[in-house]
């Protein structure tokens, strides 16, 4: 306790800080490049071990941004590595090209691989991802050792890299200035995504990709390109890798696949810097060792086996977590400030929840229909999972703008799987459905998110390591444009910086407005779930959707966040938005929607004013039970 | 030709039984064993050991097959349930169960030396005539002990208690545990019985290939193949893939050149991944052929 009484508490102003870290990176860079310089200058041993750890710090880079941020294990990056390496290799040695030309070529060669990898494997589970993948690097390294072109198992040896003349000769091998110049090309594109709000979204399509789509990301895309990425980025490593002696099959077997994952996990996955020191420890490994080679394998196995079960979050994970241990401060401040604030804040935040979001004008732009339209509309939908029986049977279902529209029912009734076929994660046997006129049964959830469809889950599904401003931003990604582009050189493009200090503003704005500011910063992780709905909600409408859908919203909450959440949707309401409300609360249900429509064992019993529904005699019978 | 055909069915009995290894302790687990052609090496090594220390060759082997199913209970226990402790979905197993098979070569090679050493020849090295062909009674052996597991697997899968329970375990272990499934020792079973099934492997071919340590690698890979092929969830079907893949090792040796057995398999499983990803006895395929004989009866 008195630790945290007594840290000192510094306070750094905006642009003291902005130059603080200009001069934080400037001195890193000047660092690393002494440390090249160091490198380039020195005995051909340490080049050899410092080069070659180089390349492979490149590959688990390029690695971790699949496995580590997207949750994509992929075996193939061996396979992938050699394609750059024989590329270069094969066409220097037969037609002599410049070897810069080779560059790029063989991060395109490698690039079209991933794609073609991606593209036909992410159609299927993560588990297939790995396994074809894996078959990959199989083949390549069947064709390596077979082929007469690749010099079978004997390699081919390295084409000559040209070295520095005149002035620069002092500057020691250019191959060591290329290698190393090419890790920081790799350390650049991976940290700036890392920065990025792109990161993120990554996140999120690994821990929770149902909310990812609703919120309009295009997950497989994604999936897909950041794969061609990392593979083209492999590539290069390839390139860099061929001029350090000679290539051959053994160099580029599915266990180099298997040693540079255990390079990520080693130093510590989805973190800057842990792949970096995974890499230089697993290759340097071998050296530093100096025992029979046998032993050395086995000792190198059980490192895999003791790192994956007592460390499964590598060097990078015991530093952090050392570091919590020693300066506990930051969640346990912010955990008792949301415990103590959260009753005296909600009547703050309600006026603040007036002016944020509602008045601006995006009103107009969400007032599609008119408030007397149709906002969605239902047609026979009929549903089954799998060989079960029909949850849904011809159900139809009318929505009018601008109103709140209650969906009630017994637990399995087929609440959740409506809003499933309305937002898109399912797609309905038969039937259609119809939002603004538009007919979306077929589109995919990501999709009818960027036509303003929003929705949340019933268990939350949010990213648990981001804070819940971070959850939040995810969910107006669709409204700030370029970020996955953007992303590969995120801090240094115009306008990066207003852009995150946008989504920043959004974000915390959306959780003022439903009532979790106290939760800001706090991790998803640590969150009680009451608050993991409201987060739910924020980042549900922080895009300004035209429609809502709200799967069971009030789990978990207190009575007086649910009045507050009641006052939200009132709110939204007014301002033109639609919302289908699912919920159990029939009170709530009865008190704030403008109609009710009741299913019960999948088929519609009533539907209309919620007046009328709620004095319907069958109403009564199936469900209130009274 | 002919010959090639059956030696080839009897070479294929050896993958489809570590597939079928792989598909067992896959099915149950969700877990890819990397170390499921280790597990035959050891059953090689420890029967060749055991021998040349003058045990009489059937006890050899049954040492053989004991150790490798032990070897399987502790893969399970020492590089699977941990991983899967901490985080069900976890794919840390693939890096764990690699190192588990790095440890066992390597502790092999230190042991028992890396260079190959003589394994008991098995009934005499008698052969019989089928039509043409000439085939070692070793290898008929090979292939009615293939087919005999087999079956005693799917009848145990089906029939018994056990194995619906551990079905259930494949589907969802909390739930299993929920109704009183020990779902601890389902799995130890699943891989003790990969490791019976590689381990029976293992004395089979012992005879052709000899003991070496490294043994593990190649029918590792070429089991995972045969599994690829058939879908990695389905038993019966990756002894039907090691079979095929067995076949088509043979004839293209015959067929192409003499090389074409170490590339071929590889076209052929890419070619099998690409139209249907889960294999070729995975639920896809079986739908769409009940598809394409309905609508053939509709139309008929």
Not at chain 1, 44 to 71: K, R
Not at chain 2, 273 to 278: D, I, M, Q, T
């Amino acid at each position: 306790m008195s630790s945290i009484v007594l840290r000192a508490q510094f306070w750094v102003s905006p642009t003291r800080r902005a130059w603080l870290a200009r001069l934080g990176y400037g001195s890193l860079g000047v660092a690393y490049l002494a440390a090249t310089f160091g490198v380039a200058r020195g005995s051909l041993y340490l080049q050899g071990l410092v080069l070659v750890a180089a390349c492979f710090a490149i590959c688990a880079l390029s690695l971790d941004l699949v496995a580590g941020s997207t949750g994509l294990y992929s075996l193939g990056h061996a396979g992938l590595f050699a394609v750059g390496a024989y590329m270069t290799t094969i066409i220097q040695a037969q037609m002599g090209w410049n070897i810069f030309v080779l560059l790029p070529l063989s991060m395109v060669a490698a690039a079209v691989c991933g794609l073609g990898l991606g593209a036909l494997s992410l159609r299927v589970s993560g588990l297939y991802f790995a396994i074809l993948t894996f078959v990959f690097t199989l083949v390549v390294g069947v064709l390596l050792s077979d082929l007469a072109i690749t010099g079978g198992y004997a390699g081919l040896p390295s084409p000559s890299f040209p070295n520095f003349r005149g002035a620069l000769s002092g500057l020691g091998s250019a191959l060591a200035w290329t290698v190393m110049l090419a890790l920081l090309v790799a350390i650049v594109v991976t940290w700036s995504i890392r920065k990025s709000p792109m990161h993120r979204v990554l996140l999120a399509i690994r821990d929770a990709e149902p909310f990812a789509e609703a919120a309009g990301v295009r997950t497989r895309v994604v999936k897909v390109m950041i794969f061609t990425l990392s593979a083209a980025l492999t590539g290069m490593a390839g390139w860099a890798f061929a001029f350090l002696g000679f290539v051959s099959p053994g160099q580029f077997s599915w266990s180099v696949s298997v040693n540079m994952l255990v390079m990520v996990i080693v130093g510590g996955m989805n973190t800057f810097l842990g792949p970096i020191i995974g890499a230089a420890f697993v290759s340097m490994f071998p050296a530093s060792l100096s025992i029979d080679p046998l032993w050395q394998e086995v000792v190198f196995g059980a490192i895999f086996v003791v790192v994956v079960v007592f460390w499964p979050r590598g060097f990078m994970g015991v530093v952090s977590s050392l570091g919590r241990r020693l300066a506990p401060v930051q969640p346990v401040q912010a955990l008792r400030s949301g415990a103590s604030g959260a009753s005296g804040e909600v009547s703050s935040v309600r006026e603040e929840s007036a002016l944020s979001l509602y008045n601006g004008k995006c009103v107009v732009s969400r007032v599609g229909s008119g408030p007397h339209g149709v906002a969605v509309i239902c047609r026979g939908l009929t549903f089954h999972y799998g060989k079960g029986p029909a949850v849904l049977k011809g159900v139809d279902l009318t929505v009018r703008a601008g109103t709140i529209h209650g969906l009630i029912g017994p637990n399995g009734s087929g609440k959740s799987t409506l809003a499933d076929l309305i937002s898109g994660r399912l797609r309905p046997d038969k039937g259609t459905v119809e939002v603004n006129g538009v007919r979306v049964e077929q589109l995919p959830a990501a999709e009818r998110a960027r036509h303003g469809f929003m929705r949340t889950f019933q268990s939350a599904t949010l990213v648990s390591e981001l804070s819940c401003k971070d959850n939040v931003a995810v969910g107006y990604y669709g409204r700030v444009g370029g970020i996955g582009s953007r992303s590969l050189v995120w801090p240094l493009w115009p306008g990066a910086q207003r852009d995150a200090e946008l989504l920043s503003a959004r974000a915390r704005a959306a959780l003022a407005s439903v009532g979790a500011a106290a939760w800001t910063e706090v991790r998803v992780a640590d969150l009680p779930h009451g608050a993991a709905q409201l987060t739910q909600l924020a980042a549900a409408q922080v895009s300004e959707p035209r429609t809502l859908i709200l799967d069971e919203p009030l789990t978990g909450l207190s009575v007086r966040e649910v009045d507050h959440v009641g006052n939200v949707l009132r709110s939204l309401r007014d301002s033109g938005v639609t919302i289908i409300l699912i919920e159990h609360q029939v009170r709530f249900v009865f008190a704030l929607c403008d109609e009710v429509t009741v299913l019960s064992a999948g088929e519609v019993v009533a539907s209309g004013e919620a007046s009328q529904v709620h004095g319907d005699p069958r109403v009564r019978e199936v469900y209130l039970g009274v | 030709m002919f010959e090639a055909l059956v030696t080839g069915i009897a070479l294929g009995c050896i993958y489809g039984l570590v597939a079928m290894g792989f598909a067992v302790a896959f099915l149950v687990t969700r877990v890819i064993n990397f170390a499921q052609g280790q597990l035959l090496m050891i059953s090689v090594m420890v029967a060749a050991a055991a021998a040349s220390a003058g045990w009489p060759s059937v006890v050899a082997m049954l040492a053989g097959v004991a150790c490798a199913a032990a070897a399987g209970a502790l893969t399970y226990v020492v590089a699977v349930r941990p991983v899967l402790a901490s985080d069900r979905f976890s794919f840390g197993w693939l890096v764990t169960t690699l190192g588990v098979a790095v440890v066992m070569e390597n502790v092999a090679a230190i042991i028992w030396g890396p260079t190959s050493r003589a394994f008991p020849l098995m009934l005499n090295g008698t052969s019989a005539h089928i039509g043409s062909a000439t085939v070692s009674w070793q290898q008929i052996l090979a292939v009615l002990v293939a087919f005999a597991l087999l079956s005693a697997f799917e009848l145990f899968r089906r029939r018994s208690i056990y194995g619906k329970v551990s079905m259930a375990v494949a589907q969802d272990p909390e739930m299993a545990s929920a109704v009183g499934a020990n779902t601890m020792v389902i799995s130890v079973s699943a891989f003790v019985v990969a490791g019976l099934l590689a381990g029976v492997a293992g004395v089979l071919v012992g005879p052709i290939t000899y003991a070496n340590p490294y043994l593990g690698d190649t029918y590792g890979i070429d089991g995972f193949v045969a599994l690829m092929m058939a879908g990695a969830d389905q038993p019966a079907g990756a002894l039907v893939g090691g079979v095929l893949l067995g076949v088509l090792n043979n004839e293209a040796n015959v067929i192409i050149n003499s090389q074409a057995s170490a590339w071929f398999p590889f076209v052929v499983v890419v070619l099998v991944l690409l139209v249907c990803p889960r294999g070729l006895f995975s639920g896809e395929v079986r739908s769409w052929l009940r598809g394409v004989r309905r609508s053939l009866v509709g139309v008929g």
